[in-house]
């Protein structure tokens, strides 16, 4: 374990970087970058999956996730506000799914799995081209921070806060190693974490303390939900990490899994909150 952590943390170095410069050049840059996060995630998926003898229809899955990806471009909802774009890349993913399967073999598993993976990959993962450009390009890149800024603190937290103080375990039978005071000392430092961000660019986050408060208790609950979301699919599949991604981090999907719960829940808040 001391042996991988140079290369652990020469890899969050450089994972960091990339992730900034992609979050910076926009959506010329995200839209490629999604394109290929589908393809990766989509093939450790598949390939988790396959362990336990279900098939993932991935072309289906990569054409009709690029397809939401398109349909998730701000420019669509700006010119044409009212379309509800992306449930109509929903409806035409399950016509086409339903049709597939009537075609070859109407295999109910793979359909219901192959939904789930779509659910789980680009349908959360298009919420990124929204909130790049919320409430326009200037200031969507701040609140494109706030999920990254709350699940890698909930991160931080929950490990430092499990590993000294963790004596109740969260969910045992999906991943033993955490632990409910790892799960409040995320809470804490996620709020932590928020207001300090939030107090250094407070004219692009008029949020109130109670505000931030809720805010961030609910980014943070996504934050583990996901974690925890994976590490289900881990265990159902017999796996220790989703791929070889990373070095010493694992697979992409052990990597974003938090950013999956807490992209679509930042949208949400943000539109609601003004």
Known sequence: MKDDLPMRVLSALVGAGLLLLVLWAGIPLILPTLFFLLWLGGVELRDMLARRGIGLNLPLLLG????????????????????????????????????????????LTRFAFTLLAFLYLPWSLGYVLLLRETPDPGLGLWTLSLPLVASFATDIGAYFAGRFFGRHKLAPEISPG???????????????????????????????????WLFSLLLSLAAQLGDLAESMLKRFAGVKDSGRFL???????DRIDSLLFTFPLTYFLVVLFT
């Open 64 to 107: 009709g996730g690029s397809l939401l990806f398109l349909f998730s471009l701000p420019q669509l909802y700006w010119h044409f506000p009212q379309v509800p774009w992306r449930e109509v890349a929903l409806g035409l993913f399950l016509m086409g799914s339903f049709s597939y399967e009537l075609l070859r073999g109407a295999d």
């Open 178 to 212: 955490k632990t409910l005071e790892g799960s409040m000392g995320g809470i804490l430092f996620s709020f932590l974490a928020l207001l300090a961000y939030t107090a250094l660019v407070r004219e692009v986050f008029p949020f109130g303390l109670l505000e931030l």
């Open 247 to 253: 070095p010493g981090h694992g697979g992409l999907l």
